[in-house]
């Protein structure tokens, strides 16, 4: 496998890679994985690798190659290019030492990760089969950093050489379905392989867990969880909760972005920015919220699916979702029927359904409820796993054919 996001990284797509590698180990099979160096959502690197170069690890039974790259702490479309280039060019000069494979199989992005891993199988001579997690051509010419358009430019260019070599692509969502074809990809060539909740059910008692964080009986709280970034226009929770000292709002997470969401909430009090938590905690803070929100630019629209989705379906608190009606996201919370849709950074219309929710219990606890259903009925882990097994197994057939 190679995933420039892996673990300890808790959030985006490394704990999918992550699953699949230990999932395979377990199984049996030789597994390693061509990895970053651990950096997000911070974006910044883990202090235990300061000073690492390369560096090779056993983690539950797969060998981890790490290779050392830049790590923007802002994104603008140069550093975002030398983060990728770094990748690519030291995993190209020092790839992992180890057997002939059956396979390659990639998580995109990063770009570099996916052009890595095609330049592999072509070298070994074994199949390649990438899953794509999100485009960056379509995301970088929307995210609104300086230089996007032409980032958005080079990007496709980078993801069309990596997914026009596979021998199957994976796709976690339909709405990819269309733009990895545009890329030159044969539609027989595409298969959906969509992401399961890689979370456990909450456990601890929901009112301990509110009086631990300060959260008042009765008082509503909406919980936004993950990465913040530029792309998420988190903007639209701090303005929510300076329109409303009635209702809480808390940022829990990392991100380039958080220093300045913190400066532009200064002075609101019922605004709360907590770091991430840990793995034993997550689902527990979760699940004591009264709204879990995902929000985006109105600029975006986003085909992916953010992982957080199914954490937050998992949580059985209703979820709010501030995003374009046509992508990914929007797709996904209604298929669930677990959340409602407002206007993307429309704080009014955000808080219009928060009020809706805390004066109609009823309503809210349905919602929740649909979460846990979706999961059990499309999202659990073990099909999750066994459609990526499917996956490689019929690239397999195929490059033997």
């Known amino acids: 496998m190679v995933s420039t996001n892996y673990a300890p990284e808790h959030a985006g797509i490394g704990p999918y890679a992550t699953q699949i590698a230990e999932h395979w180990a377990a199984s049996g099979h030789e597994t390693h994985v061509l990895a970053g160096m651990p950096h997000y959502p911070s974006w910044s690197l883990d202090p235990e690798y300061a000073g690492a170069w390369r560096r090779t690890e056993q983690r539950a039974g797969v060998t981890v190659h790490r290779r050392r790259h830049t790590v923007p702490p802002r994104q603008t479309a140069v550093r975002r290019a030398l983060f990728e280039g770094s990748i690519l060019l030291h995993g190209a000069v020092a790839p992992p030492r180890m057997p002939r494979p059956d396979a390659v199989h990639a998580q995109m992005p990063s770009l570099a990760g996916g052009v890595l891993a095609a330049r592999l199988a072509h070298r070994w001579k074994v199949p390649y089969v990438p899953v794509v997690q999100d485009l960056m051509g379509a995301a970088a010419a929307q995210s609104g950093i300086s230089g996007g358009d032409r980032a958005a430019k080079v990007a496709a260019r980078a993801e069309s050489f990596a997914l026009r070599r596979a021998t199957l692509v994976g796709i976690i969502h339909e709405t990819f379905r269309a733009k990895v074809e545009a890329l030159g990809v044969a539609p027989e060539r595409v298969r959906l392989v969509p992401n399961w909740s890689h979370v456990t059910s909450p456990t601890g008692d929901r009112e301990a867990t509110r009086a631990r964080l300060g959260w008042a009986p009765g008082e509503t709280v909406v919980v936004h969880s993950g990465n913040m970034g530029?792309?998420?226009?988190?903007?639209?929770?701090?303005?929510?909760?300076?329109?409303?000292?009635?209702?809480?709002?808390?940022?829990?997470?990392?991100?380039?972005?958080?220093?300045?969401?913190?400066?532009?909430?200064?002075?609101?009090?019922?605004?709360?920015?907590?770091?991430?938590?840990?793995?034993?905690?997550?689902?527990?803070?979760?699940?004591?919220?009264?709204?879990?929100?995902?929000?985006?630019?109105?600029?975006?629209?986003?085909?992916?699916?953010?992982?957080?989705?199914?954490?937050?379906?998992?949580?059985?608190?209703?979820?709010i979702a501030s995003v374009a009606a046509e992508g990914g996201t929007a797709h996904e919370v209604l298929r669930s029927g677990a959340g409602l849709l407002v206007a993307p950074e429309d704080p009014d219309a955000l808080l219009k359904e928060v009020r809706r929710l805390a004066d109609d219990p009823a309503r809210a606890r349905a919602l929740g409820d649909a979460g846990p259903r979706h999961v059990a009925a499309h999202l659990t882990r073990a099909a999750g796993l066994a459609r990526i097994d499917a996956l490689i197994e019929e690239a397999l057939g195929v490059w033997r054919t």
């Open 230 to 319: 530029l792309k998420q226009g988190l903007e639209v929770l701090v303005e929510s909760a300076r329109r409303d000292p009635a209702v809480r709002f808390v940022l829990m997470g990392d991100g380039n972005q958080r220093a300045h969401l913190e400066e532009l909430g200064r002075g609101v009090p019922n605004l709360d920015f907590l770091p991430p938590a840990d793995d034993a905690d997550f689902m527990d803070v979760l699940a004591a919220a009264d709204v879990l929100a995902v929000t985006q630019r109105a600029s975006v629209l986003d085909m992916s699916v953010p992982s957080k989705l199914t954490s937050y379906f998992a949580a059985a608190r209703p979820v």
